[in-house]
């Protein structure tokens, strides 16, 4: 059979839909030339900043009073308003919160572009009616939907657990659920964990997870801010199905050097950060020294996990070198045992490398581009020792060099490409019965690049329509391209309404081998997508909408379809070396999201709800995986007392998870000693597993409560938080062990408390 002619979703052979959406970003991307020999216009563009560190405000309101007009920051600190009547006076207003505002009296040259930058000064303030308005402007038609984003200032205000975690964080989140107390491994609307990818700024983590997941690898005093996709991402994301959650790291403070210090009942952390010539650095660490945590979540048993993480980067900036340049290098490693000194347990040990080196350039037009070269490896291993349990060790490791580039015209609009090649190489040793180790890994390289243009010149309508060529795929062979169209739009009705909807194709070609019925996942190991498979593929359908009936008040309602083809699904019926190892699945999912937000001194409240139907479908097989949650309800409510008080609750509620249930036991002949006088008469109970996954938890549902208070004595500050976890001492089943039918629960009853110092 010719593999290479198979679906991929239905291969869009012929290719219509991808050459009709192409031909029309060309016409629209031609005819925006024409705006340019029109009226002379400027552009006004800006780098925003804390006036003490130096560091970048992401997401930050610029406002102009005379046009109306607002926009917003990116990631970076930076933005750009084309279009700008030139020789006027111009009233810029540039808020963020937490700081004080600031306002320009700017003049724009025609075809000229006027830099602006801006330091704010950090006070103890809140929103102002300056902030929102220009935030709301700034929002009038962007293309944001199943998109959430959470800046520097925000991180702090995140719902916790045992400690500040930005994975654990985004389980509050609609549509994202979690494996239970004990993981910070989630799942969006429907699809596994590894169909998410995690660039820490540009650079991908395999296994960003600590010991038993209880939180993640990533620190969050290290972090600037997070981009949150939890489908339709655009065209520059690639290689997964289902979302994107990109971590944008802290540059360091630009001025003067500093040092926080903290302490929680599983961890202590240091950070140090400070200037150097024409630049800046940042160093974090993190390092485990109690298990007190992690016996709650076996019935008070000690678990001899060790962990820590580490990240350093340094950034430089000289114009006496490159003119509007910047420079960075950066590195991320983390690495996790768990050694039980018992030979009738297996031992597990697992970690994570990253190395980027980034060039950022801003050009005399409103352009920016960049250029990475990075490289990411993570390795895995399972040493089964006398448990019975069958050893595995992967590794993986990737070399991927981008280009990315985005251009503003003075119609607004923006045009953004770039390219990618990615070299990946996976190692895969998996042990037989007899202890025999076999190596189904392999390497590949993938060529992709993007195009996309934002249509944004008109003020209630954007428009982000593009696409990805995938001139490769790992494992070769198979057709000569895989295209994957994007498109979304915003149309606003009204001023307080609008109407958002997405669709695209994704493809993903590293998957992970996973088992549904293993009830703790320790790391789940990677490969290549076997040639004899397609590429995995999905098709997003997104459609909601958004409303803001007050300054304070927010809602939004998302409804999706996503249809999944060619998913590599571990082959449990393979008796035959002959066997593929893998056979491909398919899988739906659907379902309605809303969320609503109120914000007025000194309250803040969040609500959401999600419906969610995910089913596979594998040899003819349809069933639920095991994070089809049908129901799930994230209510938090924030009180701030003022004089650095504040206090929260989070009370999370979901529908039981569907698992495999004991249909029952026979005895097996063992055979283990050939000279034994007891050959015949050695027997076990061999287990008996029903349908895949026709049983379901009973119901989920905690409340944590958290107390904080800031403390500032001169150049010394003292972050202190009391949080008492699953305050209602809620019972929930994380399993019972199918041994002993000992059961065993999630996270009970439990103080927590932290303590931050920074100078």
Same mark, same amino acid.
């Given at each position: 059979?010719?593999?290479?002619?198979?679906?991929?979703?239905?291969?869009?052979?012929?290719?219509?839909?991808?050459?009709?959406?192409?031909?029309?970003?060309?016409?629209?991307?031609?005819?925006?030339?024409?705006?340019?020999?029109?009226?002379?216009?400027?552009?006004?563009?800006?780098?925003?900043?804390?006036?003490?560190?130096?560091?970048?405000?992401?997401?930050?309101?610029?406002?102009?009073?005379?046009?109306?007009?607002?926009?917003?920051?990116?990631?970076?600190?930076?933005?750009?308003?084309?279009?700008?009547?030139?020789?006027?006076?111009?009233?810029?207003?540039?808020?963020?919160?937490?700081?004080?505002?600031?306002?320009?009296?700017?003049?724009?040259?025609?075809?000229?572009?006027?830099?602006?930058?801006?330091?704010?000064?950090?006070?103890?303030?809140?929103?102002?009616?300056?902030?929102?308005?220009?935030?709301?402007?700034?929002?009038?038609?962007?293309?944001?939907?199943?998109?959430?984003?959470?800046?520097?200032?925000?991180?702090?205000?995140?719902?916790?657990?045992?400690?500040?975690?930005?994975?654990?964080?985004?389980?509050?989140?609609?549509?994202?659920?979690?494996?239970?107390?004990?993981?910070?491994?989630?799942?969006?609307?429907?699809?596994?964990?590894?169909?998410?990818?995690?660039?820490?700024?540009?650079?991908?983590?395999?296994?960003?997870?600590?010991?038993?997941?209880?939180?993640?690898?990533?620190?969050?005093?290290?972090?600037?801010?997070?981009?949150?996709?939890?489908?339709?991402?655009?065209?520059?994301?690639?290689?997964?199905?289902?979302?994107?959650?990109?971590?944008?790291?802290?540059?360091?403070?630009?001025?003067?050097?500093?040092?926080?210090?903290?302490?929680?009942?599983?961890?202590?952390?240091?950070?140090?950060?400070?200037?150097?010539?024409?630049?800046?650095?940042?160093?974090?660490?993190?390092?485990?020294?109690?298990?007190?945590?992690?016996?709650?979540?076996?019935?008070?048993?000690?678990?001899?996990?060790?962990?820590?993480?580490?990240?350093?980067?340094?950034?430089?900036?000289?114009?006496?070198?490159?003119?509007?340049?910047?420079?960075? *290098? %950066? #590195? $991320?490693?983390?690495?996790?045992?768990? /050694?039980?000194? =018992? &030979?009738?347990?297996?031992?597990?040990?697992?970690? !994570?490398?990253?190395?980027?080196?980034?060039?950022?350039?801003?050009?005399?037009?409103?352009?920016?581009?960049?250029?990475?070269?990075?490289?990411?490896?993570?390795?895995?291993?399972?040493?089964?020792?006398?448990?019975?349990?069958?050893?595995?060790?992967?590794?993986?490791?990737?070399?991927?060099?981008?280009?990315?580039?985005?251009?503003?015209?003075?119609?607004?609009?923006?045009?953004?490409?770039?390219?990618?090649?990615?070299?990946?190489?996976?190692?895969?040793?998996?042990?037989?019965?007899?202890?025999?180790?076999?190596?189904?890994?392999?390497?590949?390289?993938? *060529? %992709? #690049? $993007?195009?996309?243009?934002?249509?944004? /010149?008109?003020? =209630? &309508?954007?428009?982000?329509?593009?696409?990805?060529? !995938?001139?490769?795929?790992?494992?070769?062979?198979?057709?000569?391209?895989?295209?994957?169209?994007?498109?979304?739009?915003?149309?606003?009705?009204?001023?307080?309404?609008?109407?958002?909807?997405?669709?695209?194709?994704?493809?993903?070609?590293?998957?992970?081998?996973?088992?549904?019925?293993?009830?703790?996942?320790?790391?789940?190991?990677?490969?290549?997508?076997?040639?004899?498979?397609?590429?995995?593929?999905?098709?997003?359908?997104?459609?909601?909408?958004?409303?803001?009936?007050?300054?304070?008040?927010?809602?939004?309602?998302?409804?999706?379809?996503?249809?999944?083809?060619?998913?590599?699904?571990?082959?449990?019926?393979?008796?035959?070396?002959?066997?593929?190892?893998?056979?491909?699945?398919?899988?739906?999912?659907?379902?309605?999201?809303?969320?609503?937000?109120?914000?007025?001194?000194?309250?803040?409240?969040?609500?959401?709800?999600?419906?969610?139907?995910?089913?596979?479908?594998?040899?003819?097989?349809?069933?639920?995986?095991?994070?089809?949650?049908?129901?799930?309800?994230?209510?938090?409510?924030?009180?701030?007392?003022?004089?650095?008080?504040?206090?929260?609750?989070?009370?999370?509620?979901?529908?039981?998870?569907?698992?495999?249930?004991?249909?029952?036991?026979?005895?097996?002949?063992?055979?283990?000693?050939?000279?034994?006088?007891?050959?015949?008469?050695?027997?076990?109970?061999?287990?008996?597993?029903?349908?895949?996954?026709?049983?379901?938890?009973?119901?989920?549902?905690?409340?944590?409560?958290?107390?904080?208070?800031?403390?500032?004595?001169?150049?010394?500050?003292?972050?202190?938080?009391?949080?008492?976890?699953?305050?209602?001492?809620?019972?929930?089943?994380?399993?019972?062990?199918?041994?002993?039918?000992?059961?065993?629960?999630?996270?009970?009853?439990?103080?927590?408390?932290?303590?931050?110092?920074?100078?």
């Amino acid at each position: 059979m010719d593999h290479s002619k198979r679906n991929f979703p239905d291969k869009i052979r012929g290719n219509k839909t991808f050459l009709f959406l192409f031909t029309a970003l060309l016409i629209i991307f031609i005819s925006s030339f024409t705006n340019l020999y029109g009226q002379p216009k400027g552009v006004l563009r800006g780098f925003v900043a804390d006036s003490l560190s130096g560091e970048a405000l992401p997401y930050a309101n610029v406002y102009i009073k005379e046009l109306e007009r607002g926009a917003n920051t990116d990631n970076r600190g930076f933005f750009v308003m084309a279009s700008v009547p030139p020789e006027k006076k111009l009233t810029v207003s540039i808020s963020y919160v937490g700081y004080k505002s600031k306002q320009y009296i700017v003049r724009v040259d025609p075809y000229r572009v006027k830099d602006l930058r801006v330091e704010l000064i950090p006070i103890n303030i809140q929103l102002q009616t300056i902030e929102k308005t220009s935030q709301r402007v700034a929002k009038e038609n962007a293309t944001d939907l199943s998109l959430q984003r959470i800046a520097i200032r925000d991180l702090e205000t995140l719902p916790r657990g045992v400690e500040l975690d930005i994975f654990r964080s985004l389980q509050n989140l609609p549509g994202v659920q979690s494996g239970g107390d004990v993981s910070a491994r989630y799942y969006v609307r429907g699809s596994t964990s590894n169909q998410n990818l995690v660039l820490l700024d540009n650079v991908t983590i395999y296994n960003p997870f600590h010991a038993l997941g209880i939180f993640s690898s990533i620190d969050p005093d290290m972090v600037n801010s997070v981009e949150f996709y939890k489908g339709g991402f655009p065209a520059e994301y690639s290689t997964r199905l289902s979302s994107v959650l990109k971590v944008v790291t802290r540059d360091g403070n630009k001025n003067d050097f500093s040092a926080k210090a903290s302490l929680s009942l599983l961890t202590a952390k240091m950070m140090l950060e400070g200037p150097i010539p024409h630049g800046s650095f940042i160093l974090s660490g993190r390092k485990n020294y109690s298990d007190f945590i992690l016996k709650k979540f076996r019935n008070s048993n000690s678990l001899p996990a060790d962990f820590y993480d580490l990240f350093a980067k340094l950034n430089y900036s000289n114009d006496e070198f490159v003119k509007d340049a910047k420079f960075t *290098i %950066s #590195a $991320f490693s983390s690495q996790d045992q768990i /050694q039980n000194n =018992n &030979l009738q347990l297996e031992d597990f040990k697992w970690s !994570n490398q990253a190395f980027d080196i980034n060039y950022f350039q801003i050009s005399d037009s409103p352009l920016f581009y960049q250029v990475d070269v990075s490289s990411s490896s993570f390795n895995g291993e399972r040493i089964p020792n006398l448990s019975g349990a069958k050893g595995v060790n992967n590794e993986v490791s990737d070399v991927t060099m981008r280009m990315d580039f985005n251009y503003v015209y003075d119609s607004k609009n923006e045009l953004s490409g770039g390219f990618k090649i990615t070299e990946i190489h996976t190692k895969l040793f998996l042990e037989n019965f007899r202890g025999q180790s076999t190596d189904i890994g392999s390497h590949g390289v993938n *060529i %992709s #690049a $993007f195009l996309k243009y934002k249509l944004l /010149q008109w003020s =209630n &309508l954007g428009v982000d329509i593009g696409g990805r060529v !995938n001139a490769t795929r790992l494992a070769g062979g198979g057709p000569a391209a895989f295209y994957e169209p994007r498109a979304s739009l915003t149309y606003r009705f009204i001023p307080q309404m609008a109407f958002k909807a997405s669709w695209g194709i994704y493809m993903q070609d590293l998957v992970t081998v996973s088992d549904e019925n293993e009830v703790v996942t320790i790391f789940e190991p990677w490969i290549i997508t076997p040639s004899y498979l397609n590429p995995s593929s999905a098709i997003h359908y997104i459609a909601g909408f958004e409303a803001n009936p007050s300054q304070n008040l927010s809602l939004t309602l998302e409804g999706y379809y996503k249809i999944m083809k060619d998913l590599a699904i571990v082959n449990d019926q393979k008796y035959f070396p002959t066997d593929n190892d893998f056979i491909p699945g398919s899988g739906t999912a659907y379902g309605l999201e809303f969320q609503t937000k109120f914000h007025e001194l000194p309250v803040d409240i969040n609500l959401s709800y999600s419906l969610l139907y995910s089913f596979k479908d594998v040899n003819g097989v349809r069933y639920s995986p095991r994070y089809d949650s049908r129901h799930n309800v994230n209510l938090s409510f924030e009180y701030d007392f003022g004089s650095g008080w504040s206090a929260s609750a989070v009370w999370n509620y979901s529908t039981g998870m569907p698992f495999t249930q004991i249909a029952g036991y026979y005895d097996k002949l063992q055979i283990d000693d050939l000279t034994s006088n007891y050959l015949l008469n050695s027997y076990y109970p061999f287990l008996i597993l029903s349908d895949q996954n026709i049983g379901r938890l009973p119901d989920y549902h905690r409340l944590d409560l958290n107390l904080s208070k800031k403390i500032q004595m001169g150049n010394l500050k003292i972050y202190a938080d009391l949080s008492l976890l699953n305050a209602y001492n809620r019972k929930n089943l994380f399993y019972f062990r199918r041994d002993t039918g000992e059961r065993v629960d999630m996270l009970p009853f439990l103080p927590s408390a932290s303590i931050k110092v920074e100078l």
